[in-house]
């Protein structure tokens, strides 16, 4: 049994591109009255950028106003501009998000964003007041040839020297295994850890008051392996995609972070 954590838990759904106007009341509904009287585990929804200002309202309308925070799944760098389609930190931030998704290893594959265009978007949420939830991990290929740390700290490391110490403390990581993601495999708890524990030295490494940003697991978190990976000494609680749309299966996980 490992000992009790002071930091604080998380458990943050990414609802990728998933869901309707009708999807969004409902599973936000039985959320709100599911979790809202826990106040141990901050839980965190991030669906779609069109749904953003219904979640807000629903959360905000709610009564007692739900503990349940927003976040989105992306943003631009810029804050204003000619950038046709995209959303920036300060407009997210008006609509009522708190959080926002960087480096998600779906963008950085299918959208080819690339480190440097990721530590530009890191830098961008903090200058708007969004905590960002910085996106790491390997590929299986990277995992065998034995690369995993050496993968991580690059993309760690590119993502956050051009930012200060002081604002990176807002700062959340999610170590998510690109093997994991959406394909039913998990890392084992004890491969998790091992990865958060690295991360964190690092992070403790560049200044100790980085040691305590919550690291969250991601890849295939379900309810039935929630407890064991969360129990880890180093890993805070989790980033979830696919559960996350179930709300008894998301609200179970909820309940697994409880310390
Ligand atoms: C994710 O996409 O961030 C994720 C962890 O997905 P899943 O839980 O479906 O593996």
């Known amino acids: 049994m490992s000992p009790k954590k002071s930091r604080k838990p998380y458990v943050i759904g990414n609802w990728k591109m998933h869901g309707s106007k009708a999807g969004v009341d409902a599973l936000l509904q039985a959320l709100i009255s599911n979790l809202n009287p826990i106040q141990e585990v901050q839980v965190v929804v991030c669906p779609p950028a069109v749904y953003l200002e219904q979640a807000g309202r629903i959360i905000a309308g709610s009564s007692p106003v739900a503990s349940i925070s927003m976040g989105a799944q992306n943003l631009y760098p810029e804050p204003e501009g000619a950038f046709t389609g995209e959303i920036s930190g300060p407009m997210l931030f008006d609509i009522g998000c708190r959080y926002v998704i960087i480096g998600h290893s779906e963008r950085r594959a299918l959208f080819g964003e690339t480190d440097g265009f990721i530590a530009r978007k890191v830098d961008a949420a903090l200058k708007a007041g969004l905590r960002p939830i910085l996106c790491l991990g390997e590929t299986r290929a990277e995992r065998e040839k034995a690369k995993t740390f050496e993968v991580v700290f690059n993309q760690l490391e590119a993502a956050i020297k051009e930012v200060s110490v002081e604002s990176f403390k807002q700062g959340i990581i999610a170590y998510?295994?690109?093997?994991?993601?959406?394909?039913?495999?998990?890392?084992?708890?004890?491969?998790?850890?091992?990865?958060?524990?690295?991360?964190?030295?690092?992070?403790?490494e560049r200044d100790p008051g980085l040691a305590n940003i919550p690291i969250l697991y991601g890849g295939s978190v379900k309810a039935s392996n929630a407890k064991a990976l969360f129990s880890e000494p180093d890993i805070d609680g989790g980033l979830i995609g696919g559960a996350s749309l179930n709300h008894e299966e998301f609200i179970n996980i909820c309940l697994s972070a409880l310390n």
Request: glycine share 6%.
């Open 176 to 204: 998510e295994p690109i093997w994991a993601i959406g394909t039913g495999l998990t890392a084992s708890p004890h491969e998790a850890q091992a990865v958060h524990q690295f991360i964190r030295a690092k992070l403790s």
